[in-house]
């Protein structure tokens, strides 16, 4: 898309503003729409408790039945682009792109892609969204992680619903070498992942009204992800109301500890990498 800037505007030659984006057939994007609806709540709540957890709640536009035009996210590819840099693993990727371990560079995106993977985290547990596989996943250019492409949420997931992924969020090993270095689940840096995922998700209870309201308002749709169990009633179970903050905060710990390098994680990596 391109738009011509205002011609009133101090700025010379009226600049042209380029945006790209994707014109995707054969998913129902009212679904994406819902979605990031869904990120923007938790994003707003994020900023307004001054929380560091960056998310990008893109543009989605239905345009038809099962088409629509997509934004695409700026300054970033997906984690399966980047594959192609290296043979090796997530740890390789952030060395080719930002330097060795312990410079200025590199360290400034770990903590990136920390803040926006303990984002995505608290994100993906509430929408229980699937089909995480390395072309959902992007990374910008500050090593910001940032989930795509929405079309498995709410208790629906390829397959035919097989149950592939059954962490509450991807934290592969290949996070885990740079998320927690030596994989001791006491590093400085996975400390401070597990800070912020349960700030997050203390944070977005304080929005859970506002969400499934949202949410619910989508139920006569009919949309893919409303097809199976009760998605709202489920969506309300998740925030877990019922508990204090610090029970909450143990859930979500526990949360984490599933999550940690799951082998169905690593399964469902393999075989959307040979497919």
């Given amino acids: 898309r391109a738009s011509k800037a205002n011609p009133e505007s101090s700025e010379p030659g009226g600049i042209l503003k380029v945006e790209a984006a994707i014109f995707k057939v054969g998913d129902d994007c009212r679904q994406d729409v819902l979605a990031l609806q869904v990120a923007e709540l938790v994003k707003r709540k994020f900023d307004d408790v001054g929380l560091p957890l960056p998310l990008v709640p893109y543009g989605v536009i239905p345009t038809g039945y099962e088409c629509g035009i997509i934004q695409v996210v700026p300054n970033a590819k997906s984690r399966a682009q980047l594959g192609e840099v290296t043979d090796g693993g ?23 892609l920390i803040e926006s993977s303990a984002a995505y985290a608290v994100v993906s547990y509430l929408l229980q969204a699937k089909d995480r596989h ?30 592939f992924e059954s962490a509450a969020f991807k934290l592969s090993y290949e996070m885990t070498e740079l998320l927690d270095p030596g994989n001791t689940r006491r590093s400085v840096h996975f400390l401070r992942f597990q800070e912020l995922c349960i700030k997050g998700y203390l944070a977005a209870r304080m929005a859970a009204d506002s969400i499934v309201a949202t949410v619910e308002m989508m139920l006569p749709s009919k949309l893919p992800c409303f097809s199976r169990g009760a998605p709202v009633a489920s969506l309300r179970d998740r925030f877990h109301l019922e508990m204090s903050d610090q029970q909450a905060a143990e859930f979500m710990r526990g949360l984490i500890n599933d999550a940690y390098d799951k082998w169905t994680t690593g399964v469902y990596d393999l075989i959307q990498y040979y497919q």
């Fill in 90 to 112: 997530l740890l390789d990727v952030f060395q080719h792109e930002f330097g060795l371990p312990g410079s200025a560079r590199f360290e400034a995106a770990r903590q990136s």
């Fill in 134 to 163: 390395n072309g959902n996943i992007m990374i910008d250019n500050a090593g910001r992680l940032i989930h795509i492409d929405f079309g498995f949420i709410f208790g629906i997931s390829p397959g035919g619903n097989m149950g």
